[in-house]
C-alpha cells in the first residue's frame, strides 16, 4: 500500500509540474502577427519536435502540457525571419513575452512563391496526386493521367475504373458525382485534357461529408483555380500520332477583381484510335446449333471528337459574403467502323462469319449550377448548393453481316438513346466552437428521373422489325437519394486529431413502365454510414492514422436501364434491373513518415457488382452480357510510396499496391468461390537537366488477376516524356511517347474456374492502338497576364453528382 500510495503522488507530482507556454508575437511598430507557426523543439542533437501551435488573429500563442527543461522555441511566418532562441521552462505556468518578428531582408515589388510538391501525397481519406508535377501531363488527356495514378486499373474493353484491386469506385469533378456510366465518364475524361487539371485524389476511404456511394471509394479530379487579381489565363496545344492522327487545344481565361471574378473555357480533342479484339474457344450457342468451336476477330477503327465550353462568375458583395454560378456544355461524337468476321464450326457444318460495323453516336452534356457561401461569424459558414446536370445520348448503329444462319439478317440496326436529370440542393454548415472542437454537418437531396429506349432490328424487305422478345425496350425510372450528415473534428492537442460522423441516406428506385415485366421495380433503402478517422504525430516526420468507413455502391443507371445492343451474331449486351446495391464497410491503418506513405485495408463488400458476365436471357439460346451481383467480397491491401533523390537533378517515386482477395458467385450452375493474390507497381524516374531541359521515364506493372469466372494476364507499360521551358516566361515545349515497348496487350481466360451456362473456354486478347505503335504528342503551353495573387473561392459545391448517368 504505501509503495502504492508513492507511486500515486508522483504521478500527480508528475502532472502537476507541467506547465504552458504562452506568449505574443508583433512586428516593429507592435501590430500583431496572426497565423505564424511557434514549434518547441528538444535541445538535443535531433531537435525532436515537443508541441506546436499558431497564433490567434491578436498574435498571441499557447503551447500546454509541457515538461519542465530547457527547449528551443522557433517561430516562422511568411514574410518575416524566422526567431529561434534558447528557453528554459520552470515548473510552472510560463510567460516568453513579447517576441519581435523582423521582416524579411529584401522587399520585392512581387514575391512568387515555388512549392515544390511531392508527386504523391497522404490525405485523410487516401492519396493525392499532384498531376502537374509530371512531364507526361502536358498534352495528355485526364484519362491518360488517371490510368498512371497509382492504384488505378482502366478496363480497355469496358473502361470500368478499379481502385486499388476494387472494381465501384466513383469519379468525381471538383467534389461533383459524374453520374454516368463506366464507358460515358471514360468518353468524357478521354475528351478533357489534363492541362486543366491540378491534383487528382484517391480516396478509398472519404469521410461522411461526401456521398456514400462508391464501394471501391471515390475518385475526385479537382481542376485548376486561378486566383491571381487582374486579367490571366493560359494556352496550350498538342498535336501526335499512333495508328491514327490526335489533336487537343485548350484555352483558359481570368479575371478577377476585388468584387468580381470571371472565368472562361475552351477545350478541343480528337482522337482516332485503332483496337484489335481477338477471341478463340468452345461455347454452347444453341442459337446457331449447339457446340461451337470458334475464332474471331474485330478490328476497331474510330474517330472520337470532344469540345467542352464553361463559364462562371463569383461576386463578392460583402467581405462576408459570395455569390456564383457556373455552366459547362459540351457535346461529343464517336464515329465507329469496325470490320469483325470470324468461323464458327459446328459438329457437321461450318458457318462464316464477316460484317462491317458503322455507327455515330452523339452525346450532350450540360451542367449549369449556382452557389452562395455565408460567413455567418468567424466561426461559423453556411454553403448552399444549387445543380443541374442534364445528359442526353443517341447511338444508333447499323450492321452489314453475311451471317443469317441466327437471330440475325444480313443486315440489322441497333437503336439506343438515352435521357438523364438530376436535380440537386446541397446544404452545408460549419461551426468552430474552439481552436479544438468543430462541427460539419449538411443536408442533401438528389432527384434523377431517367429514360432510355433500345431495340435490334432486321431489315426485312422495306421494313425493319423487333429481332425478337429480349431485344428491344424502353424503360422510365426515378430515383430519390435524401441525405443528412454530421462530422465532429476534435484536436485535444497540437498532435493528435479525432474526427468522428455518420451520414444518413435514404434511396427510393422506381421504375414507370417497361416492355418487360420483371424490370417493373419499387425498391427503398434507409441506412446509417458511420466513420470514424484517427491521427496522431509521433514526432516532427512520423503520423500514424487509423479510420473506419461504411459506403454503399448503387448500381449505375447504364447497368439498371434494360437497354440491348449489338455485340456479335451469338451476343448483346444489356443492362440489369435487378441489381442490387453494394455495402462496404472498411478499416485502414496509414503510417507516415515524412513523404514516405505506408497503409494497410481491410474492406468487406456484401453483393459487389461485376460487369458484363454471360448469362442466359428472355431470348432462349442467345448470350446477355449484363452486370450481376455476386454474394460478397473481401480484400486485404498494403501499399507503400516511397519517394527516393539521390542528387538534386534526380527524382524517383515509386508506389507498390498489392494484397489478398476473396469472392464467394452463386448465379453459375456451380458455386464459385476464389481467393488470389494480385498487385500493381507504378514508379516515375525525373531528370532535370541544364539549359531548362527535363526528362521523365514513368510507367507501371499490373499483375494477373481475377474477375468472376475469368483471369487477366498480367501486363507492363512504360512511357517517356521530354521538356523544354523557354526563356522569358514564353513557355514550354513537351514531347511524350506512350508505351515506348508496346506493352500494353490485355489477354484474358474466360470459364476458366468453373462450368457457365453456356460451357464457355475461350481465350481473350484485346490490343489497344499503342500495342501497334507508341502513341507520340507534341505540345505548346504557355501563361500569360497578371501573376499578382487575389483570395478567391476555392468552389466545392456540392460534393457528389455526376458517375452514375
Request: charged letters at 15%.
Amino acid at each position: 500500500m504505501k509503495r502504492l500510495l508513492m507511486a500515486l503522488c508522483a504521478l500527480l507530482l508528475g502532472t502537476a509540474v507541467q506547465s504552458q507556454v504562452s506568449g505574443k508575437l508583433v512586428i516593429a511598430d507592435s501590430s500583431p502577427v496572426a497565423y505564424a507557426t511557434i514549434s518547441l523543439l528538444k535541445r538535443s542533437s535531433d531537435s525532436t519536435l515537443v508541441r506546436s501551435a499558431a497564433s490567434d488573429a491578436k498574435g498571441s500563442f499557447r503551447l500546454s502540457a509541457v515538461l519542465p527543461g530547457t527547449y528551443i522555441i522557433k517561430v516562422s511566418c511568411v514574410g518575416y525571419s524566422n526567431y529561434v532562441s534558447s528557453l528554459t521552462i520552470p515548473g510552472s505556468a510560463f510567460d516568453a513575452g513579447t517576441i519581435l518578428l523582423k521582416t524579411a531582408g529584401k522587399q520585392l515589388s512581387e514575391v512568387v512563391i515555388r512549392a515544390h510538391k511531392p508527386l504523391v501525397e497522404q490525405g485523410a481519406g487516401g492519396l493525392v496526386v499532384n498531376v502537374q508535377n509530371s512531364i507526361l501531363t502536358k498534352g495528355s488527356s485526364v484519362l491518360e493521367v488517371l490510368s498512371r495514378s497509382p492504384g488505378v486499373i482502366i478496363d480497355q474493353q469496358t473502361s470500368a475504373i478499379s481502385l486499388n484491386g476494387k472494381s465501384g469506385v466513383m469519379v468525381m469533378l471538383d467534389g461533383k458525382l459524374l453520374r454516368l456510366s463506366a464507358n460515358q465518364v471514360a468518353t468524357m475524361l478521354n475528351g478533357m485534357t489534363a492541362d486543366d487539371i491540378n491534383k487528382i485524389e484517391l480516396l478509398a476511404t472519404p469521410p461522411a461529408k461526401y456521398d456514400a456511394d462508391g464501394n471501391a471509394g471515390l475518385i475526385n479530379i479537382v481542376t485548376k483555380k486561378n486566383k491571381r487579381a487582374g486579367t490571366s489565363g493560359s494556352v496550350t496545344a498538342s498535336a501526335g500520332y499512333g495508328k491514327g492522327d490526335k489533336s487537343s487545344a485548350d484555352i483558359d481565361l481570368y479575371n478577377n477583381s476585388s468584387k468580381v471574378s470571371l472565368h472562361a473555357s475552351y477545350s478541343y480533342n480528337r482522337d482516332h484510335s485503332y483496337a484489335l479484339l481477338l477471341a478463340q474457344g468452345i461455347s454452347n450457342t444453341p442459337i446457331i446449333g449447339g457446340l461451337t468451336n470458334f475464332h474471331y476477330n474485330g478490328q476497331g477503327n474510330t474517330v472520337s471528337v470532344y469540345q467542352g465550353l464553361g463559364a462562371g462568375l463569383d461576386y463578392h458583395p460583402g467581405a462576408k459574403t459570395v455569390i456564383g454560378g457556373a455552366v459547362y456544355y459540351s457535346i461529343s461524337s464517336n464515329q465507329n467502323n469496325s470490320h469483325n468476321f470470324g468461323n464458327y464450326a459446328l459438329a457437321d457444318t461450318n458457318l462464316v462469319f464477316d460484317s462491317q460495323l458503322v455507327g455515330n453516336s452523339h452525346t450532350h452534356y450540360i451542367h449549369p449550377s449556382l452557389y452562395l457561401d455565408q460567413s455567418i461569424s468567424p466561426a461559423q459558414k453556411l454553403n448552399i448548393n444549387l445543380d443541374y446536370f442534364d445528359h442526353h445520348s443517341n447511338g444508333p448503329t447499323q450492321v452489314q453481316s453475311n451471317f443469317s444462319d441466327s437471330l440475325f439478317a444480313s443486315r440489322q440496326r441497333n437503336l439506343a438513346n438515352a435521357n438523364i436529370n438530376v436535380f440537386v440542393a446541397q446544404l452545408d454548415y460549419s461551426n468552430s466552437f474552439n481552436k479544438r472542437l468543430q462541427l460539419e454537418t449538411g443536408l442533401k437531396s438528389t432527384y434523377t428521373p431517367s429514360k432510355s429506349a433500345s431495340a435490334l432490328e432486321n431489315l426485312v424487305g422495306d421494313h425493319w422489325v423487333p429481332v425478337s422478345a429480349g431485344t428491344s425496350n424502353n424503360l422510365a425510372t426515378r430515383e430519390l437519394i435524401a441525405a443528412g450528415y454530421a462530422v465532429l473534428n476534435w484536436k485535444p492537442d497540437s498532435l493528435t486529431s479525432l474526427s468522428a460522423g455518420a451520414r444518413y441516406e435514404y434511396s427510393r428506385n422506381t421504375t414507370d413502365h417497361s416492355l418487360n415485366a420483371q424490370y417493373a421495380i419499387d425498391r427503398t433503402l434507409g441506412k446509417l454510414f458511420p466513420d470514424v478517422f484517427f491521427s496522431r504525430k509521433l514526432n516532427a516526420t512520423d503520423e500514424v492514422q487509423l479510420s473506419y468507413t461504411q459506403r454503399i455502391s448503387r448500381p449505375s443507371f447504364a447497368e439498371l436501364a434494360s437497354y440491348v445492343s449489338y455485340n456479335s451474331p451469338t451476343s448483346v449486351f444489356t443492362g440489369n434491373p435487378a441489381l442490387k446495391p453494394t455495402i462496404t464497410h472498411n478499416l485502414k491503418l496509414a503510417y507516415n513518415r515524412q513523404d514516405y506513405l505506408f497503409s494497410i485495408l481491410y474492406s468487406h463488400d456484401t453483393d459487389p457488382i461485376l460487369g458484363v458476365q454471360g448469362v442466359p436471357g428472355p431470348t432462349k439460346g442467345l448470350v446477355y452480357l449484363m452486370p450481376e451481383n455476386a454474394d460478397w467480397q473481401n480484400n486485404l491491401t498494403a501499399q507503400a510510396t516511397i519517394p527516393v533523390k539521390p542528387t538534386a537533378w534526380w527524382e524517383m517515386n515509386y508506389n507498390f499496391i498489392g494484397g489478398w482477395h476473396q469472392y464467394r458467385i452463386s448465379y453459375f450452375p456451380q458455386l464459385l468461390e476464389k481467393s488470389y493474390f494480385s498487385y500493381s507497381l507504378n514508379f516515375t524516374e525525373s531528370f532535370k537537366l541544364p539549359r531548362k531541359y527535363a526528362i521523365e521515364l514513368s510507367g507501371y506493372y499490373n499483375s494477373s488477376s481475377y474477375n468472376s469466372n475469368s483471369r487477366s494476364n498480367g501486363n507492363a507499360i512504360v512511357n517517356l516524356g521530354f521538356k523544354k521551358e523557354l526563356n522569358n516566361n514564353k513557355g514550354s515545349f513537351q514531347l511524350s511517347i506512350a508505351d515506348i515497348f508496346a506493352g500494353s496487350s490485355y489477354r484474358g481466360h474466360s470459364g476458366i474456374l468453373v462450368t457457365d451456362a453456356f460451357d464457355t473456354d475461350v481465350q481473350i486478347s484485346y490490343r489497344p492502338e499503342s500495342y501497334f505503335r507508341p502513341i507520340i504528342k507534341l505540345s505548346y503551353s504557355r501563361s500569360f497576364g497578371s501573376t499578382s495573387k487575389k483570395a478567391t473561392r476555392d468552389t466545392n459545391g456540392t460534393k457528389a453528382e455526376q458517375q452514375r448517368l
